[in-house]
T-cell receptor, first 112, second 111 residues
Framework: SAVISQKPSRDICQRGTSLTIQCQVD?????MFWYRQQPGQSLTLIAT?????????ESGFVIDKFPISRPNLTFSTLTVSNMSPEDSSIYLC?????????FGQGTRLTVV | KQEVTQIPAALSVPEGENLVLNCSFT??????LQWFRQDPGKGLTSLLL???SQREQTSGRLNASLDKSSGRSTLYIAASQPGDSATYLC??????????WGAGTKLIIKP
């Protein structure tokens, strides 16, 4: 199994500002994934982060809005830029360990 | 394109009852299927993982089954407790190693 530490667990931010979310995995993983979960909805994949290359973004998500870093095989960050109230969601990072998906504790973001 | 559906969307039962949550998928070519639990405002906790070659997995009071031919998985919870109250999500991993998510079943166990 894998343990993923995600922080912050929650934040309230002013519109127009940016927030960086960090995820640390207790083992080396090839791919890390970032998801958004809007209120009452299921998970939507934002992007896949590979070490040493640019993240792969899903349709509807762009690098300027959600820049991702993946400096090594155990760490990744997601930045939510120029936030608006529509960005209020839970953001989750994930990784696979032996084909099983594991998740961080989530970041509950409220934009006011 | 793979689609995953969970029924019911919400379920409320008295404590002590056994219950079944359903997950169906349209494409039987899955790599595996995983059940998760999510508490309000929190991340996801992996409950059970069933590989495509397996029929079921058990962990404590939880049992998950997989029938690829009919495109169905069930999560059986025995002797339910108020602490089981949460949203339960299933996700099918496809041949491209992407997780395809159901919308979840919100479970409330009444004391």
């Amino acid at each position: 199994s894998a343990v993923i530490s995600q922080k912050p667990s929650r934040d309230i931010c002013q519109r127009g500002t940016s927030l960086t979310i960090q995820c640390q995995v207790d083992s080396q993983v090839t791919m890390m994934f970032w998801y958004r979960q809007q209120p009452g909805q299921s998970l939507t994949l934002i992007a896949t982060a590979n070490q040493g290359s640019e993240a792969t973004y899903e349709s509807g998500f762009v690098i300027d809005k959600f820049p991702i870093s993946r400096p090594n095989l155990t760490f990744s960050t997601l930045t939510v830029s120029n936030m608006s109230p529509e960005d209020s969601s839970i953001y989750l990072c994930s990784a696979f360990s032996n084909t099983e998906a594991f998740f961080g504790q989530g970041t509950r973001l409220t934009v006011v | 394109k793979q689609e995953v559906t969970q029924i019911p969307a919400a379920l409320s039962v008295p404590e002590g009852e056994n219950l079944v949550l359903n997950c169906s998928f349209t494409d039987s070519a899955i790599y595996n299927l995983q059940w998760f639990r999510q508490d309000p405002g929190k991340g996801l906790t992996s409950l059970l993982l069933i590989q495509s070659s397996q029929r079921e997995q058990t962990s404590g009071r939880l049992n998950a089954s997989l029938d690829k031919s009919s495109g169905r998985s069930t999560l059986y919870i025995a002797a339910s407790q108020p602490g089981d109250s949460a949203t339960y999500l299933c996700a099918a991993r496809d041949s491209n190693y992407q997780l395809i998510w159901g919308a979840g079943t919100k479970l409330i166990i009444k004391p």
